[in-house]
């Protein structure tokens, strides 16, 4: 399957740029239109679809932001994914597009290995939400997108779960899945997350002779001092006292 993307840049050259990177990196996607503005883009979902739409921010007639919230308040079922290309003197523009619910920014220029990045927590984000779907076909229902979401996560040990992830996975944009979570379970889903981790960490110093940088690895901590850092503080005691006072030699 080769999933569609809409490019809109209003100059021509980013464009072309911008489609040989996406050829290059050698992912299933495919660049089905391109427009010159947000508007062009926004009349062209009207008629067609795209799984991804990469936009700049700054462009004429109609702007990226503007189109991001166009096909979020009025999308009447566009699925699409809004991935922006900003330039270094446009980065809050950026963070504002990931609180309006944006999957991810690029900054210009755009290197081959970021979109990869990227392109490929998308189909991360796609598989995980077919997961959720297989699920729910075979009769599994559960009262809230919150109790779902801690499902999924228990059921697949999705210990490197991000929160865009489990928003897409509740169907919600990520601001509004933060308040609901927060609501339904007294703690943030970033704390509760760290929460899992943690005892996930303990688990595997407990019943396992991974290493320590494995097991941060393991539970989605790019950084080993950070993971050990994290765990003395929900714990008391960092990972390799843990471990040497349950196996002392």
């Known amino acids: 399957m080769t999933y569609q993307i809409l490019l809109v840049e209003d100059e021509k050259w980013v464009r072309t740029a911008l489609r040989k990177v996406i050829e290059k990196i050698n992912l299933p996607f495919a660049v089905v239109h391109e427009s010159p503005n947000g508007m062009e883009a926004w009349e ?123 928003a897409a996975l509740a169907h919600l944009n990520p601001s509004y899945f933060c308040k609901l979570f927060k609501q339904q379970k007294g703690v943030t889903f970033t704390d509760y997350m760290t929460s899992v981790r943690m005892r996930e960490a303990a688990r595997l110093l407990e019943h396992t002779a991974l290493r320590i940088t494995e097991i941060a690895d393991r539970l989605g901590f790019a950084d080993a001092a950070y993971f050990s850092n994290t765990f003395k503080k929900e714990t008391g005691t960092s990972p390799s006292e843990y471990r040497k006072r349950l196996h002392p030699a």
């Open 44 to 166: 062209w979902l009207e008629r067609s679809h795209a799984d991804i739409v990469l936009t700049d921010i700054r462009m004429p007639v109609m702007d990226g932001l503007t189109l991001l919230k166009q096909i979020r308040n009025k999308g009447k079922g566009n699925t699409a994914d809004i991935i922006i290309v900003s330039g270094h003197d446009e980065f809050a523009y950026a963070q504002q597009a990931i609180r309006l619910g944006a999957f991810d920014y690029f900054l210009k220029p755009v290197e081959a290995e970021e979109m990869t990045e990227c392109f490929r927590n998308w189909l991360q984000r796609q598989k995980t939400a077919a997961s959720v779907s297989t699920i729910q076909q075979a009769g599994e229902q559960y009262r809230t997108p919150v109790e779902q979401v801690i499902h999924y996560i228990e059921s697949n040990q999705r210990f490197d779960l991000m929160l865009a992830e489990a």
